[in-house]
């Protein structure tokens, strides 16, 4: 019988936790652990308390989910890690290889600073420890896009470790309660990225594009605390947020500038952790949450079936929307770390260990890179809600949407309106055309100048509500004309003439008697009747409030 599943503080998934029958039991397996691979240290995890919809029935228990992550992402750096090469997307293949990235004989390693500094800033920005002293190692594998047959990474003692992520996730029926929530950081290192390969199936074939060989990644390394996708898709989104803010990173996932491994595994509470597998490759945050959801409740039902869960790598088909083997992990691989032979540790300093008389360009210091730390996105947000009493969720997305905070802040500085009502016409109305179209922010034909003015309108009275969507939607379609062109143009003016409009009343009550009729037996909608005629009468140009006001006081009369 399959068993009714729970949701554990993942608004909209179900599959977090689960009740079974007390017959389906399986035996722990490897804990999932973050963990790039089977040789590297296994993590202690504490649970986080369980919530559940319902106490379980006597003879049922119920699953729980753990989900840990390992995000490569790739440095903002004009040049590769340890060459010369230029970094540039969708160069011409194989255009972008120095000798070094080629691994020919007699070359050697020389570290990019700028890779260097921004791993601290991404280290200090995340709450890590940064080591004063951290070395590289050589992992030995063999990929048809890696030159050397050896990666070089920071296995031993990477740049930085034990951080920590803050982010928040929605909740309960309306979505609209924000739960705050943190993931531990074990590490941050430093690594190679590797070429493409391009399969060619039609021709049966393999191709190789080296420009990606060599360049810097930042690998971070999440604990498994996390539940289901929705947590580790906002704990991403968060990422790479401040990535972007910090200039670490420009982490566009669709470029593969953020990729992500994710390790899932289910258990029953108070029982040793599951076996693990590993989803590779995903660049998508939607995509993520989709293939984690779905490998937990495969994982579920197998275990309830009396099947077993294999220690594999699998990967996520967007198409049919559900995870697929790649290899199993039951044979661990032996890396062969060993120390980099051609490169020495790498030394940090503080300005107290600061050596006297050193040359600034040949050390890094890390309380200059502390001091260099731009406002952090969770900042940003706490004075969005302080300054414009805005709400939690509407800072989120405010800073969420690329470009869409300084869309905001230049409306801001533009209109008399108030904060409230730009938030309300940013979020709704201009990010509603935004999603319907498909565009960024930067792609927008109306600018916030334009909005501005037309709030200003809204605000003096010259317009309506219901004109200034009229309004905003011509703006949209007729970029170059301002929002009074288009009101003078549409004659969507107020009326003004008072004396006009109480003879459209009275025109309007005469003629319809019983709605009068009702109003005065104390009908509250009969009124609102009343107000949509008379508007319709002057084609949506008087305000609401005001025939409203003149209505009752006929009323009363």
């Known amino acids: 019988m399959a068993a009714p599943v729970v949701c554990r503080l993942c608004s909209g998934r179900r599959w977090a936790l689960a009740y079974i029958n007390r017959g389906s039991r399986h035996g722990a397996g490897t804990p999932t652990g973050s963990r790039s691979s089977g040789k590297r240290g296994q993590s202690s995890v504490v649970q986080q308390p369980l919530v559940t919809a319902e106490k379980p029935r006597k003879g049922e228990h119920k699953w729980a989910a753990v989900v840990g992550l390992e995000i490569h992402a790739q440095i903002s750096s004009n040049s590769k890690l340890f060459s010369g090469s230029q970094v540039h997307f969708a160069a011409p293949p194989n255009s972008l290889v120095s000798f070094f990235d080629a691994s020919l004989p007699g070359t050697l390693p020389v570290l990019n600073r700028r890779c260097v500094e921004a791993a601290v800033m991404t280290g200090l920005a995340l709450n890590c420890h940064i080591n004063r002293k951290s070395f590289f190692d050589r992992k030995h594998y063999f990929y048809a896009d890696l030159p050397a047959g050896y990666q070089i990474t920071q296995q031993r003692l990477p740049i930085a470790v034990n951080g920590s992520l803050a982010y928040s996730v929605y909740a309960g029926k309306k979505r609209s309660q924000v739960i705050n929530k943190t993931v531990r950081i074990k590490q941050i290192q430093l690594e190679q990225d590797s070429g493409k390969s391009l399969h060619d199936d039609l021709r049966s074939q393999t191709l190789i594009d080296l420009n990606r060989a060599g360049v810097g990644l930042l690998e971070v390394v999440l604990e498994p605390d996390m539940s289901c996708g929705e947590e580790a898709a906002t704990a991403v989104r968060e990422l790479q947020l401040i990535l972007q803010t910090l200039g670490t990173s420009q982490a566009n996932m669709a470029e593969g500038q953020l990729r992500v491994d994710a390790n899932i595994s289910v258990h029953h ?42 220690n594999e790598t699998r990967s996520f088909d967007y198409k049919l929307g559900c995870t697929v083997p790649m290899r199993d992990k039951e044979g661990k691989q032996d890396y062969r770390f060993i120390p980099e032979p051609n490169l020495p540790p790498l030394l940090l300093y503080d300005s107290a260990s600061l050596p006297a008389g050193a040359d600034p360009q040949q050390v890094i210091n890390i309380d200059q890179i502390r001091e260099r730390l731009p406002e952090l996105p969770s900042v940003t947000r706490d004075k969005l809600i302080q300054q414009y009493g805005m709400l939690p969720e509407h800072s989120l997305t405010l800073l969420n949407e690329v470009g869409l905070l300084e869309f905001f802040q230049n409306v801001i500085k533009e209109t008399r309106a108030e904060p409230k009502k730009v938030t309300s016409w940013v979020l709704n109305t201009f990010l509603g055309f935004l999603k319907q179209q498909n565009l960024a922010v930067s792609e927008s034909p109306v600018t916030p100048s334009a909005l501005a003015e037309l709030l200003n309108l809204l605000d003096r009275k010259t317009i309506s509500s219901s004109a200034a969507k009229q309004v905003f939607a011509e703006l949209w379609k007729s970029e170059g004309k301002t929002p009074a062109q288009i009101v003078s143009e549409k004659k969507l003016e107020l009326m003004q003439d008072r004396e006009t409009l109480e003879q459209l009343c009275h025109a309007t009550m005469e003629q319809h008697p019983h709605v009068v009729m009702d109003m005065k037996n104390g009908n509250p909608r009969a009124i609102n009747k009343l107000i949509g005629l008379v508007r319709k009468a002057t084609l949506s140009r008087a305000d609401p409030t005001v025939i409203k006001e003149i209505l009752e006081k006929k009323l009363l009369s």
């Open 269 to 310: 509470p108070g029982e040793p952790l599951g076996v693990r597998t590993e989803v590779k490759n995903l660049n998508s945050a939607r995509f993520l949450a989709k293939a984690i959801d779905y490998e937990i409740q495969r994982q579920i039902n197998e275990l309830e079936n009396g099947g077993e869960i294999l």
